[in-house]
Nanobody, 126 residues
């Protein structure tokens, strides 16, 4: 079992930045590809970014949705068991609940995630 707790959401003006964090506990963090997803009101949950687990072909890999490329950056600290999502140049359409998720030994392009956090709200005002 893996527990995930997000933090760092809030209200920001368009063009601003937020750094989201996701603290993990329960299993070997480096064995998990970590992903960020988001869900806006009335819309389906969508993939945002992923950071690969420490396997030989996966370590250091990342994947981003086209809508956030160049603006968002995912990173991870395998010592602190934490993954981060740096969000820059935020737009009103980025407003959503952002969820952290963990996938056991999956590539960054996989969409099957095993564990999910409770989410953190990001609101971008125009």
């Amino acid at each position: 079992q893996v527990q995930l707790v997000e933090s760092g959401g809030g209200l920001v003006q368009a063009g601003g930045s937020l750094r989201l964090s996701c603290a993990a506990s329960g299993r070997t963090f480096s064995d998990y590809t970590m992903g960020w997803f988001r869900q806006a009101p009335g819309k389906e949950r969508e993939f945002v970014a992923a950071s690969g687990w420490s396997g030989i072909w996966s370590a250091g890999t990342t994947n981003y949705a086209d809508s956030v490329k160049g603006r968002f950056t995912i990173s991870r600290d395998n010592i602190k068991n934490t993954t981060y999502l740096q969000t820059n140049s935020l737009k009103p359409e980025d407003t959503a609940v952002y969820y952290c998720a963990a996938a056991y030994r999956q590539p960054v392009y996989a969409r099957r995630y095993d564990y999910w956090g409770q989410g953190t709200q990001v609101t971008v005002s125009s």
